[in-house]
């Protein structure tokens, strides 16, 4: 695993995103395995010679099997203010997939009402509303594709449990390495290839519009998709 310092994206008083890696829990759940809160708070914790206990705040989470920007707050304030706004859908998340079939419509908005399931922590799609069911929005974009593969950007308008993965299988797309949502086989790091490209929110504190971009894995088959143009190649973080 690449170290924690390489894969800081942005930093600040206030707020710190890291690229997380595949496999990486954003926090802590039934496996007791360790979070990227605990390694983000030891980094934080040396780095600035803080005694006793640090604070960090998570508004947002990604899937373990997901890669991406992932956001966090160094205060109360600012944790405040973001949990606001990810909750209103003031933050704008971008993410990439790359998919194993081509879509039926190069650019399209799905809409969908989401239902999960807790025993197996999955969640299904449907066309129309049912009981249990939360709607869910977004739109995807088919903007690379390869001899086998298919990159899309998709731009979340609601944050649902596994609401990429579900909308996609929904219209028959599968996630490559995504086994829980139809893909056929699993990826060598035993992630899929759904990474978290951009955030882009006003900040709580200085209020100023930002934009956080995470470049992509050097794993699996990311790397068929780099060089193909300058954002997708230079890509850097920035403010």
């Known amino acids: 695993m690449t170290s924690l310092s390489s894969r800081i994206i942005y930093e600040d008083n206030h707020l710190i995103a890291i690229n997380k890696e595949v ?16 390694d983000v708070k030891a980094y934080l914790k040396e780095k600035y010679s803080k005694p006793g206990n640090v604070y960090l705040g998570l508004p947002h989470r990604l899937d373990r099997p997901t890669s991406g920007a992932i956001l966090f707050a160094k ?20 993410y990439y997939a790359i998919v194993t079939s081509r879509p039926r419509e190069s650019e399209e908005r799905l809409i969908h009402y989401i239902v999960r399931n807790e025993r197996t922590n999955t969640s299904v799609a449907y066309d129309r509303e049912v009981r249990n069911s939360q709607k869910a929005v977004l739109s995807y974009r088919l903007i690379r594709e390869s001899e086998r ?31 829980k949502y139809g893909a056929e086989r699993s990826n060598r790091d ?25 470049p992509l894995p050097d794993s699996d088959i990311w790397p068929l998709f780099k060089g193909l143009d300058k954002d997708l190649d230079n890509a850097q973080s920035h403010s």
């Open 23 to 38: 496999g990486e829990l954003s926090q802590g759940d039934k496996t007791g395995d360790i979070t990227l809160i605990d």
């Open 75 to 94: 205060t109360e304030k600012a944790l405040s203010r973001l949990s606001d706004a990810f909750r209103k859908g003031e933050v704008d998340k971008t």
């Open 149 to 179: 593969y298919y990159l899309l950007e998709v731009k979340l308008e609601t944050g649902r449990h596994h609401q990429i993965r579900a909308q996609l299988k929904a219209i028959g797309l599968h996630i490559k390495g995504d086994l």
């Open 190 to 214: 035993g992630g899929i290839c759904l990474h978290s490209r951009s955030i882009e929110l006003i900040h709580p504190v200085r209020k100023e519009r930002m934009k956080i971009i995470a």
